[in-house]
């Protein structure tokens, strides 16, 4: 008899060992699919469910990593019910387990149930909330942030009395900054219940909208409270943008006038680079870049 | 062949770092204050792979001060799937600016079809499975500039179609392509008892010269296996298979892996200082201990535990 090949034995295992209700079901499946028995495969086939449930549980001890809040809020046995369903539903197609928990909150909200409360939210809006807070604070650890760059572009370089009468130039979001919209009022709960047990919880918080800032500064995360106006702003700034241009696009889009939000931004902005928000663009070293990426012809020099 | 020149020959080439342990980020913290108290370190390659927060901070900190390894969990080496050329230039682009005393990874696949199920998963260990794995080495080894040192996995089946033992076909495998060996003495411990063979003849077996490093952890007796759980002290048994492969091999880094349940910097360091003991011939007698729970083989959770941790 032909041996089998070498996708053919590799498909068969995965197959067998990340099909939901594990190995037993997992090796039926596989058989199906690849006509192949599990004593044709394996000498001790029974085996097969230490990878099974080690596929599960590793991926599961990872998700528990990501999202220790939520799954305290939740209660462990109903987040590690949807954990895994989770995992079944989307296996991992990265080399990086840092991409295994970007679709958690989407997973949530698409796998609740369509009823909605009084106020219109979805039954489990606050667990999906708290998921998008935890993930962005992931991601805001890990993107590249400010620490490395030059002294003047420091979010603090722009204070003082320039901070209120000069001018900051471009500003932009460094790559850290994450910006949420959310039902939830979830950045104060979740401070006070990072550090608390299961059974000492702080209440669940009443619905309301609330914007979240989510920055780091010497690799120190920190979340911010956000008024309307100033999360349109800082949104304005993901591409590079002047003070005006973020603050005609906050006055567009909270109908406030053009002139009070530019008062209150040239007040507040200060804070938000201090906190590492929003940086200014540093113009050297952009112009240094475009420099080298200039074709020949166009750099004056032919 | 002298003395002198046979360890001159052995190893790659590539020096004896001492004693090293995991960089984890509980121990960051302690790491900073007190130094590495270590020869070296290994890292988790893909933890530090599109990771520009603090844990690169600390690991640019240490790596100031002591030599840096990196491992690695995702290469697939084994995979039928292609190789991943995506995270290839990264690891080489990391390994670019970390300057790292080699790259390892693990003799295994560990997914294909783009379903990565992050786990070490064993090869069928035939010509076939061979002549596939050493392909692939050489495109890495290639691609990478250096060689790679490949790791011997835990493994709890075995493929009805293996012709030939893990350490021929490692064996094998070093001698065609000239990749190093990461021999992890407490994988052929877990292995030998899943699979009835002896480890003392697997380690006598492999070729010495190509053994660049060693790994050290403690397994999980959960009754009829033996699961890698990386979460207790090196029993007594790997000790012993610890001093043999250090007394064939003339001497190589030594590296203690503990990824859960992860102790306190100091107890880490203890455990640690057991190998010198051990090289002597004394061996501490701790036994596997039994699992209480659930075991779980390769885990990675630490991986992510410092996604809410204070800097």
Partial sequence: ?302 | MHAASKLAASRLGLPNLGLGVGLRHPHFQHILEHGPQVDWFEIISENFIDNHGYARHVLDTVAAQVPIVMHGVSMSIGSSAPLDMAYLHKLRALAGELRPAWISDHLCWTGAASLNSHDLLPMPLDESSLRHVASRVSQVQDFLGRPLILENPSSYVEFAQSSMREWEFLGRLAQQTGCGLLLDVNNVHVSAHNHGFDAVHYIEQLPHAHIVQIHLAGPTDCGEVLIDTHDAPVPEAVWRLYALAQQLTGGVSALLEWDASIPPYPQLLAELAKARAAEQGVFADAPVLPGTGPALSTPLGFYLEASHAAA
């Fill in chain 1, 1 to 302: 008899m032909q041996q089998p090949e070498l996708a053919q034995l590799q498909a068969w295992f995965l197959t067998a060992m990340s099909c939901p209700g594990g190995a037993a079901q997992g090796t039926t499946l596989a058989q199906q699919h690849f006509g192949l028995a599990p004593e044709q495969v394996l000498t001790q086939p029974q085996r097969l469910s230490i990878y099974a449930d080690g596929y599960v549980l590793r991926l599961l001890d990872c998700l528990q990593a990501e999202f220790p809040v939520l799954r305290k809020t939740m209660g462990a046995e109903l987040f590690d019910f949807f954990a895994r369903a989770y995992i079944w539903r989307h296996p991992s197609r990265s080399s990086t387990l840092y991409d295994l928990g970007a679709g958690f909150a989407d997973f949530l909200a698409a796998s609740q149930p369509r009823d909605h409360d009084a106020a219109g939210n979805a039954v489990l809006q606050f667990p999906i909330d708290l998921a998008r807070l935890e993930r962005a604070r992931g991601e805001a650890g890990r993107a590249p942030g400010l620490e490395t760059r030059a002294q003047p572009s420091m979010p603090d370089g722009y204070a003082g009395v320039d901070a209120l009468f000069g001018d900051p130039g471009l500003l932009q979001l460094p790559a850290c900054t994450r910006l949420l919209a959310l039902s939830f009022p979830v950045r104060a709960f979740w401070e006070q219940a990072q550090g608390a047990s299961a059974e000492l919880l702080p209440p669940q918080p009443a619905a309301g909208q609330s914007f979240v800032a989510i920055a780091r500064n010497r690799y120190r995360i920190s979340m911010h409270a956000l008024e309307r106006w100033q999360f349109h702003f800082l949104q304005s700034a993901s591409v590079a943008a002047t003070l005006q241009q973020c603050a005609l696009q906050a006055a567009n889009a909270t109908s406030l006038p053009i002139d009070q939000v530019l008062a209150d931004a040239m007040l507040w902005l200060p804070v938000a680079m201090a906190a590492g928000m929003v940086g200014r663009v540093d113009q050297q070293e952009n112009e240094k870049k475009a420099d080298l990426h200039r074709p020949f012809r166009e750099s004056g020099r032919s």
